[in-house]
């Protein structure tokens, strides 16, 4: 159910200022990466995206197959997406009377020299090439992270100290950075930028948007999440085995990323051109610290929230083992715990853990054909609100370890469950509207 309240609030185009196109309660926009190819593809995307009717569209580079060039440059982009872009001077039919299509730039962008045709079809904030913009409760800092970029593409680079400074100026609630290369990826066609590892969290950004690689992937790294939103159309690309901090991976449609945010909480789902929802992740303003209860002995423990630390040593210094988590197959060792998954930790006594982090009241878990060890939420779930994709995958009782293996109705905050599933799928957990 989504309220929207729309005023205008008044237009600033300063260089290093946001522009305040105006305030709403709550907003609902859609992310596409790696679209601008003209075909079937495109059209299913860009059709999924208007049935969803945006408030704008972000977009997370490749704008322009292959080469960034005047002559493509329409028919990739105009032609599906002209009615959010204003001004609009294409041959498609009419713009918007305000624009609400905001791209970011790729490495496609910049193989014609200077990026020019894409710099002249869109009339954008700032330099263009980096800029930022405010709706609702979302500050937006679009990146160039493209080497070719004259001001640079390193944390301490001109463009780099522009972020950490605009992100430290910010008084909105969210503060969303995207780009296009992606700082951690499974994908095997590109894989991970480390150059574009920049402190975003310590500047105080609420997520980070990428595409580059022709996939789907989300990822926890540094207490901070990562999307790779790169099947907007052109092609799909492999996945590769996991990087550390994977959660959910997709490569088997087309699709966008669809975001609702308001003062208190913030929605990410992916979704394909077929209207399957593939992964759905919330962020809500804490308002509390869950805590961790754990009894003498071997405990099914999981992490409640979003952590600046996950590593076990700071979560837990009073265990007496490491951590182990289950793949389907072995148990393996892990220094740092992540939310969604389920860990064996040992302690000599019983006692309390708070956890101290942004709480988690949607997440999506992967699970594999056979016994799991899932994590859960920041706060109580019945089991019977936790939906199976697909539907009627699990194939036995939640339990839990208390001395023993005792099945359960109630997933509880910082506890960990063993589930049997039928076969390879998501479990969707969140607190019933």
Same mark, same amino acid.
């Given at each position: 159910?989504?309220?929207?309240?729309?005023?205008l609030?008044?237009?600033?185009?300063?260089?290093?200022?946001?522009v305040i196109?105006?305030?709403?309660?709550s907003?609902h926009?859609a992310?596409?990466?790696?679209?601008?190819l003209?075909?079937?593809?495109?059209?299913?995307?860009?059709?999924?995206?208007?049935?969803?009717?945006?408030?704008?569209?972000i977009?997370?580079g490749?704008?322009?197959?292959?080469?960034?060039?005047?002559?493509?440059?329409?028919?990739?982009?105009?032609?599906?997406?002209?009615?959010?872009?204003?001004?609009?001077?294409g041959?498609?039919?009419?713009g918007?009377?305000?624009?609400?299509?905001?791209?970011?730039?790729?490495?496609?962008?910049?193989?014609?020299?200077?990026?020019?045709?894409?710099?002249?079809?869109?009339?954008?904030?700032?330099?263009?090439?980096?800029?930022?913009?405010?709706?609702?409760?979302?500050?937006?800092?679009?990146?160039?992270?493209?080497?070719?970029?004259?001001?640079?593409?390193?944390?301490?680079?001109?463009?780099?100290?522009?972020?950490?400074?605009?992100?430290?100026?910010?008084t909105?609630?969210?503060?969303?950075?995207?780009?296009?290369?992606?700082?951690?990826?499974?994908?095997?066609?590109?894989?991970s930028?480390?150059?574009?590892?920049?402190?975003f969290?310590?500047?105080?950004?609420?997520?980070?948007?990428?595409?580059?690689?022709?996939l789907?992937?989300?990822?926890?790294?540094?207490?901070?999440?990562?999307?790779?939103?790169?099947?907007?159309?052109?092609?799909?690309?492999?996945?590769?085995?996991?990087?550390?901090g994977?959660?959910?991976?997709?490569?088997?449609?087309?699709?966008?990323?669809?975001?609702d945010?308001n003062?208190?909480?913030?929605t990410?789902?992916?979704?394909?051109? &077929? @209207?399957? +929802?593939?992964?759905? %992740?919330?962020?809500?303003?804490p308002? !509390?610290t #869950? =805590?961790?209860t754990?009894?003498s /002995?071997?405990?099914?423990?999981?992490?409640?929230?979003?952590?600046?630390?996950?590593?076990?040593?700071?979560?837990?210094?009073?265990?007496?083992?490491?951590?182990?988590?289950?793949?389907?197959?072995?148990?393996?060792?892990?220094?740092?715990?992540?939310?969604?998954?389920g860990?064996?930790?040992k302690f000599?006594?019983?006692?309390?853990?708070?956890?101290?982090?942004?709480?988690?009241?949607?997440?999506?878990?992967?699970?594999?054909?056979?016994?799991?060890?899932?994590?859960?939420?920041?706060?109580p779930?019945?089991i019977?609100?936790?939906?199976?994709?697909p &539907? @009627?995958i +699990?194939?036995?009782? %939640?339990?839990?370890?208390?001395?023993? !293996?005792? #099945? =359960?109705?109630?997933?509880?905050? /910082?506890?960990?469950y063993?589930?049997k599933?039928?076969?390879?799928?998501?479990?969707?957990?969140?607190?019933?509207?």
């Amino acid at each position: 159910m989504r309220v929207h309240h729309l005023f205008l609030c008044g237009i600033v185009l300063c260089l290093f200022h946001p522009v305040i196109l105006y305030s709403q309660g709550s907003i609902h926009f859609a992310v596409i990466g790696d679209y601008g190819l003209a075909g079937q593809a495109e059209l299913d995307v860009s059709n999924l995206v208007k049935s969803w009717n945006p408030d704008f569209i972000i977009t997370v580079g490749d704008n322009n197959y292959e080469y960034g060039e005047a002559s493509t440059i329409d028919a990739n982009i105009g032609q599906y997406y002209h009615q959010f872009i204003y001004p609009y001077s294409g041959s498609y039919g009419s713009g918007d009377t305000l624009n609400r299509f905001f791209p970011a730039m790729g490495n496609h962008e910049w193989l014609t020299p200077g990026a020019t045709p894409y710099l002249n079809y869109f009339t954008l904030p700032g330099n263009e090439r980096y800029y930022d913009f405010v709706r609702g409760p979302v500050h937006f800092y679009v990146v160039d992270s493209d080497s070719s970029d004259p001001d640079g593409h390193t944390a301490t680079s001109t463009q780099g100290t522009w972020l950490q400074n605009a992100l430290s100026s910010s008084t909105e609630q969210w503060k969303l950075v995207y780009f296009h290369h992606p700082p951690y990826c499974s994908g095997t066609r590109h894989g991970s930028s480390p150059y574009m590892r920049w402190p975003f969290r310590q500047w105080g950004a609420t997520a980070i948007l990428t595409g580059h690689e022709h996939l789907y992937e989300r990822l926890l790294e540094d207490s901070l999440v990562y999307f790779v939103n790169g099947l907007g159309g052109k092609s799909v690309y492999p996945i590769g085995a996991p990087v550390a901090g994977s959660q959910v991976r997709f490569n088997g449609d087309y699709g966008a990323m669809l975001v609702d945010a308001n003062s208190d909480s913030i929605t990410f789902q992916f979704i394909t051109r &077929a @209207g399957v +929802v593939i992964d759905t %992740y919330t962020i809500r303003v804490p308002h !509390y610290t #869950p =805590t961790v209860t754990h009894a003498s /002995g071997w405990n099914l423990i999981s992490v409640p929230a979003v952590v600046p630390d996950g590593r076990k040593m700071t979560l837990f210094p009073t265990a007496i083992s490491n951590a182990f988590r289950f793949d389907s197959v072995n148990y393996i060792q892990e220094d740092t715990l992540y939310p969604g998954l389920g860990y064996w930790i040992k302690f000599d006594s019983t006692g309390m853990v708070s956890v101290a982090g942004d709480s988690i009241f949607t997440d999506t878990v992967d699970v594999q054909l056979g016994w799991n060890m899932i994590g859960t939420i920041s706060v109580p779930i019945d089991i019977s609100s936790i939906i199976q994709e697909p &539907a @009627g995958i +699990v194939d036995s009782k %939640y339990y839990e370890f208390n001395a023993g !293996y005792v #099945p =359960t109705g109630i997933l509880l905050p /910082g506890r960990a469950y063993w589930v049997k599933a039928s076969q390879s799928g998501k479990l969707i957990l969140s607190v019933p509207h």
